[in-house]
T-cell receptor, first 118, second 112 residues
């Protein structure tokens, strides 16, 4: 298993440009997540998905969009890049493990994409 | 709204010493996760704590969860240089769609 893969690893964008961050997992996990990590901070949830065709906003969704057409892929779209979106972006997935109907399994993280908007 | 606080945020310790990192959270939860992050790398899962009183140990690290106090601890025994990293706790929200809320992390440096 490759686990969770992300592309690209690094990217520099100009203000107003658009791009898509790719995320793929080969573990057949239902749950997928996008986080951003700013320097010296923990991770903040941007969007998440509990299965193909189902997505929902996290804590900081403004300026981003997602789609989930397959179990494996969960791309994150930046439409009009702004300097405030300079960050490291992590994709994660977890299986539908439950205990009493509650999520129990840990999340598996991709290697991250370092994005700079100038 | 669930808030997660870790302390200390920075910890410099000598090899061979013991220390504890604390993770407090503000609303009820019984699911807590510890992760390790090396500089420039992704997050690696260390422990999953699923109930009150849960204790997990792996090598020189031991994690515990007290849901009544809303507190988890990560105890380091006889630290070695290889443990230098940033450690994050993350707490699962309860009710509705469950999500992880992360602390800011504790940057641990173990000096020879």
């Amino acid at each position: 298993n490759a686990g969770v893969t992300q592309t690209p690893k690094f990217r520099i964008l100009k203000i107003g440009q658009s791009m898509t961050l790719q995320c793929t997992q080969d573990m057949n996990h239902n749950y997928m997540y996008w986080y951003r990590q700013d320097p010296g901070m923990g991770l903040k949830l941007i969007y998440y998905s509990v299965g193909a065709g189902i997505t929902d906003k996290g804590e900081v969704p403004n300026g981003y969009n997602v789609s989930r057409s397959t179990t494996e892929d969960f791309p994150l779209r930046l439409e009009l890049a702004a300097p405030s979106q300079t960050s490291v972006y992590f994709c994660a997935s977890s299986p539908l493990g439950t205990s009493g109907g509650r999520l129990t399994d840990t999340q598996y993280f991709g290697p991250g994409t370092r994005l700079t908007v100038l | 709204e669930l808030k997660v606080e870790q302390n200390p945020l920075f910890l410099s310790m000598q090899e061979g010493k013991n220390y504890t990192i604390y993770c407090n959270y503000s609303t009820t939860s019984d699911r807590l996760y510890w992760y390790r992050q090396d500089p420039g790398k992704s997050l690696e899962s260390l422990f999953v704590l699923l109930s009150n009183g849960a204790v997990k140990q792996e090598g020189r690290l031991m994690a515990s969860l007290d849901t009544k106090a809303r507190l988890s601890t990560l105890h380091i025994t006889a630290a070695v240089h290889d443990l230098s990293a940033t450690y994050f706790c993350a707490v699962l929200t309860q009710g509705g769609s469950e999500k992880l809320v992360f602390g800011k992390g504790t940057k641990l440096t173990v000096n020879p």
